[in-house]
């Protein structure tokens, strides 16, 4: 009995300890060792971490990079739990990016760096650190900059008798019907992850608005300007020509083939419209698992009559925050990314546009070649709108698309989507 | 209701035998008992507290801001009282997720609970190839959500296996999944589908515990296949099936892994078929609402609770009575008891 008794003690208080030792997690004990997580969960991406790491280790003898690699989904709430307590959190993180960082520098969880930052960083990413930058602070390293536009097959193109890159959106509404006619889907649309759909709604909001307008209803959530409900026309207007691919509100961006990046890689749609990732994803998903051969790419079209700044562009930049707790070790870090070196080996092993302006020469791929010319020429790249606006009205953006397009709203009801999330948060 | 009163009679004395044992030696025994339940039941006590009673409390605390989740909602976030939950009980969404949930509350009982008790009579006989059978039905509840939502998601696609089996046959498919009209009746189907091998598991057993003597006498004093089943096997399958009411409501309420695998996050309301779980996610964690997310968690516990204690307090009680109930509703429960027997017996004479 005595036994029994012992060993109910013993368990409860088992219990206990093990579930008050649930709390802690990696802070780095010394000034020396450094955690570090980024996003890129497999493949070249982990490898290049992995070595930038060991890279940075022989160079600063004595240090320690701890890379933890957590897959993409999970990465913003493993985060936001890390950072409760910033003594406890990362000391070098892959940035949220545009309203969430903004909330992680008010609740102190982003360290500033404007005067941290190396030479190097600051004269080779000056486009891109603008999206690093807050109120005049600089709060991250950029390591690639993707801006967005359409990817096509320049066979199926062919195929279906369209010589040129549409220029103007009535061209794209013309050559769309022209593919269809071919018997191909048109537009493949991952509608099923919100997002690709609703990239469409930004573009055409990027073009209908000027940018004064477009600056300060993303900045103040005023979405009164008429722009807002044109663009949502402009958009229903292709809607209507039914040149999307069949069932795209339950097919997703880019797992499998039947995925519209799957769509695109198989040949079975012509284009779409999609970050400067695209050339990496439809890697995986040609049948030959190789680069695809015939792709192409064009910026999105102007809209006659629009006031957007004509080649305006939109995309995102990846960059790297530092804890405010961290020591110099992680700042030495990420200014070592910012390198050209550094920078080169990520745009080779990512296969995608380097933040570092002089290591751009690496890229070989042609349709990322054709979006650097684009990105030369723009007078200006804002950030993905769901970015810029946060993931509250982001979302009911988001959601708001692709219910038009499935027939159930109307361009109005998307302005009234966004109105209403901003009181949620 | 004398044989009652002698069994109850009976047993006090008994009880009461126990107590003079520990009179002999009263601190000792007394403590040592308190210490035991004290230490066995404090895991479970100190992890119901940490992981539900906290979490509730935390939730309603947080309910009550405009909060991102970084830092603490005192600091970070703003205070708004009940704007959250009033917010989310007139939006639109949330009360279409929660109609769509008690559509699925009451559409899995009205088309499981037949069913399962069909499936059991019939593996209930003696057949053969009756253990492949019972496999087979039980075969998708123990394959993980995941996997068949994956699974059903292609298959039911516009273009998936399913249309082009119909196409083949010379019939016109639906888009299953996307038609807002159809979206819900596919999740019954697959819910359905999924969860029947559980309920007929229960009825199973729930049949086995009847005992074999009554269908002989009723089968020796004449009556059909159908007419046992109806004056037996159902009236004797009620707790079970009260139970098993009880769990699938209780489940519905939760739905949360099925649509969400097959209808991501955003599409869910636009199909049709968004769940009040579903709702809380997408508001709360995937647009960085923690604080309005709590509020809807904390909507979503009430309804849960309210519906839980309505039919634990109107239904469920006559078989839980003794374990969550006093001494008063022991007395109401022998009452009870008595009653149903004498049902019993009326349905005996039924079928005599």
Request: aromatic letters at 10%; hydrophobic letters at 45%.
């Amino acid at each position: 009995m005595k036994l029994k008794t012992l060993a109910a003690a013993t368990l409860a208080v088992a219990t206990v300890i093990g579930m008050s030792a649930c709390g802690g997690s990696g802070a780095s004990s010394d000034d020396k060792t450094i955690t570090f997580w980024h996003n890129a969960s497999a493949g070249e991406g982990r490898q290049y971490w992995e070595n930038l790491a060991k890279s940075f280790e022989s160079a600063n003898p004595g240090t320690k990079v701890e890379v933890q690699a957590i897959q993409n989904e999970d990465f913003a709430g493993k985060l936001q739990t890390a950072m409760q307590d910033p003594a406890s959190g990362p000391d070098v993180f892959m940035s949220l990016g545009g309203a969430k960082t903004q909330e992680m520098i008010d609740a102190g969880q982003v360290m500033d760096l404007t005067d941290k930052i190396s030479d190097t960083v600051k004269t080779d990413m000056k486009t891109t650190l603008s999206a690093a930058t807050f109120d005049g602070k600089v709060y991250g390293v950029p390591v690639s900059v993707e801006p967005g536009g359409m990817w096509y097959s320049k066979d199926l193109f062919k195929k279906a008798g369209v010589s040129d890159v549409p220029a103007t959106y009535e061209d794209l509404l013309a050559d769309a019907k022209k593919l269809k006619d071919s018997g191909t889907d048109a537009i493949a649309l991952g509608a099923k992850d919100a997002w690709p759909a609703a990239h469409w709604y930004y573009w055409l909001v990027l073009r209908e608005c000027s940018s004064e307008v477009y600056d300060k209803s993303v900045q103040n959530h005023d979405f009164s300007n008429e722009c807002w409900v044109n663009a949502g026309k402009k958009l229903q207007e292709l809607n209507d020509l039914k040149v999307f691919n069949d069932g795209f509100l339950t097919t997703t961006a880019q797992q499998g083939a039947n995925s519209s990046a799957g769509l695109l890689a198989n040949h079975k749609a012509a284009m779409e419209l999609m970050g400067a990732w695209e050339p990496g994803v439809l890697k995986d998903l040609t049948p030959d698992q190789k680069p695809m051969a015939d792709l192409g790419f064009f910026a999105f079209p102007e809209v006659a009559g629009g006031e957007g700044e004509p080649g305006a562009l939109m995309g995102g930049v990846t960059y790297f925050c530092v804890n405010p707790k961290a020591s110099q070790t992680s700042i030495d870090f990420v200014n070592y990314m910012g390198e050209k070196k550094n920078q080169e080996d990520y745009a080779k092993a990512f296969s995608t546009i380097p933040a570092s302006e002089p290591a751009r020469g690496v890229v070989t791929d042609e349709s990322l070649k054709q979006v650097i010319e684009y990105l030369d020429k723009s007078p200006s790249m804002q950030l993905w709108m769901d970015t810029a606006l946060g993931t509250n009205i982001g979302n009911a953006l988001n959601a708001a698309v692709v219910n038009m397009l499935s027939g159930q709203g109307s361009p109005e009801d998307i302005v009234k989507a966004m109105e209403d999330a901003a009181q949620k948060g | 209701m004398t044989e009652m009163n002698d069994a109850v009679a009976v047993g006090r004395p008994v009880a009461e035998t126990k107590k003079r044992g520990g009179e002999r030696k009263p601190s000792n025994g007394k403590g040592r008992r308190n210490l035991e339940i004290f230490i066995l039941s404090a895991p479970a006590i100190i992890l119901f507290c940490c992981f539900v009673i906290l979490p509730i409390i935390l939730g309603a605390y947080y309910g009550f801001y405009q909060w991102k989740g970084f830092g603490t909602p005192s600091e970070n976030g703003k205070f708004v009282g009940l704007q959250n939950y009033i917010v989310a009980l007139k939006d639109p969404n949330f009360q279409q997720a929660i109609l769509h949930t008690f559509e699925i509350v009451i559409g899995s009982l009205v088309i499981q609970g037949p069913l399962a008790i069909l499936f059991a009579l019939l593996l209930n006989q003696k057949f053969k190839g009756r253990g492949l059978i019972r496999t087979l039905i039980f075969v998708p509840y123990v394959v993980s959500e995941v996997i068949v939502g994956t699974g059903w998601s292609l298959l039911l696609q516009k273009k998936g296996a399913v249309n082009q089996i119909l196409e083949s046959l010379g019939m016109h498919g639906v888009d299953w999944l996307a038609n807002p009209k159809v979206a819900i009746w596919t999740l019954l189907l697959l819910i359905s589908w999924k969860y029947i091998g559980f309920a007929v598991i229960l009825m199973l057993a729930g049949m086995q515990s009847i005992p074999e003597e009554l269908y002989e006498a009723a089968k020796v004093d004449g009556a059909g296949f159908w007419q046992i089943q109806k004056s037996i096997t159902l009236p004797l399958l009620a707790p079970t099936l009260r139970i098993w009411v009880f769990l699938s409501m209780i489940g519905s309420l939760q739905l949360f892994d099925l649509v969400y695998i097959i209808w991501g996050q955003y599409v869910s309301t636009t199909a049709g078929v968004s769940t009040m779980a579903t709702y809380m996610v997408r508001e709360g964690r995937g647009a960085g609402n923690y604080g309005y997310g709590s509020a809807v968690a904390l909507i979503i516990f009430v309804i849960s609770l309210i519906v839980a204690l309505t039919y634990q307090h109107f239904v469920l009680n006559r078989d839980l009575d003794g374990a969550l109930t006093d001494k008063k509703a022991f007395k109401k429960r022998k009452k009870r008891q008595t009653a149903e027997d004498e049902a019993l017996a009326v349905a005996m004479e039924g079928v005599k």
